[in-house]
């Protein structure tokens, strides 16, 4: 008797959740989920980076290269238009893996 008695009293006196905590708990999660810094699913790396600008760098110097063999009949080389060509095309791509190495740096310094 006294057992069951007991146990009523211990029941009453427990706390007992708020109706609304699961749904504080399950908002609480969600805005700490939105404001922890979001990684990025596909993180290019410099390398990869600098194997596909200077890739293309060496395919258009490639096309350039039969243009105007094509177009000069005899060695590009020679031609100053097609060394002014080249070095225009090169310090472009180069100046364009420069600003990208840059923008990284600058997001991982953030972060």
Same mark, same amino acid.
């Given at each position: 008797m006294e057992d069951k008695h007991l146990k009523e009293i211990l #029941?009453?006196?427990q706390l007992m959740a708020d109706e609304n905590l699961k749904h504080r708990i399950?908002?609480?999660i969600h805005t700490e989920k939105s404001l922890s810094p979001m990684k990025s699913a596909h993180s290019s790396t410099t390398f990869d980076n600098l194997l596909f600008i200077f890739g293309l760098m060496y395919a258009i110097i490639a096309?350039?290269?039969?243009?105007?063999?094509? #177009?000069?009949? #005899?060695?590009?080389l020679k031609s100053t238009t097609f060394i002014t060509s080249v070095a225009f095309v090169s310090s472009?791509? #180069?100046l364009y893996w420069l600003l990208t190495v840059y923008e990284e740096y600058r997001k991982h310094k953030r972060i």
């Open positions: #029941s009453h006196t399950l908002h609480q096309i350039l290269t039969i243009f105007f063999y094509i #177009s000069i009949e #005899s060695n590009p472009i791509s #180069s």
